[in-house]
């Protein structure tokens, strides 16, 4: 095979290594809930893999503090013995003057065979769901679904103010993986980060239109 076509085919392979598509399914924002007072946040990635669960907090602390939030990796900020759960997180966030919880978790993987588009069946949260206090933290209590390889997979982020113990703000994503899953959480933190700070009835597909 000539020297210029397996270039070629490198550079395609290249390509759909480093491929991935992320996409925001549903949002949700309490009322009174301004980004712009998060000053102090806890960053939970539940991930059964300790190496990929340290990338992916550390890139939030990263990239947020372009935002001028001060973050913190759990693995950094929790002791070990700390469950992951309400009654683990919650006086040790009060204690260590956090205002901000973000715990993000897969809710569900699927996997979608070539041609076939992809669709999650996780239903949405409702405006007046995430208002209440017992549903808001049930991210912390349910067992976490974790993940090795996939081609779909569909993550929540929410984000809990610590005074309150509310859920303010919740994202659902689906992301289309080829690949190496660390190359992917620069560009998830970069969507979920964005989305968070944008005000409220103008998000980037209502400035499109």
Not at 15 to 22: F, M, V
Not at 180 to 198: A, T
């Amino acid at each position: 095979m000539p020297v210029r076509a397996n270039l070629v085919i490198l550079a395609f392979a290249v390509l759909l290594i480093g491929c991935a598509s992320t996409r925001m399914r549903s949002i949700h924002r309490a009322p009174r809930f301004q980004s712009a007072e998060i000053q102090h946040a806890l960053v939970i990635g539940i991930v059964k893999d300790q190496v990929l669960r340290k990338a992916f907090e550390e890139e939030f602390v990263r990239q947020w503090s372009a935002y001028g939030v001060k973050a913190v990796s759990s693995l950094k900020s929790l002791p070990s013995s700390v469950p992951l759960s309400k009654t683990g997180i919650e006086p040790l966030a009060k204690a260590e003057g956090y205002d901000t919880v973000l715990v993000t978790r897969l809710l569900n993987k699927k996997w979608i065979p070539a041609g076939e588009p992809g669709d999650s069946s996780v239903t949405s949260k409702s405006s007046g769901e995430i208002q209440n206090v017992n549903t808001a933290l049930q991210v912390l209590l349910a067992p976490p679904v974790y993940v090795n390889d996939y081609d779909l997979a569909t993550i929540e982020t929410n984000l809990y103010n610590v005074a309150s113990e509310q859920c303010v703000w919740s994202g659902t994503t689906e992301t289309s993986v080829m690949g190496k899953i660390p190359k992917l959480i620069p560009p998830f933190v970069k969507l979920i980060l964005k989305r968070l700070y944008e005000t409220p009835g103008h998000s980037e597909e209502k400035k499109l239109k």
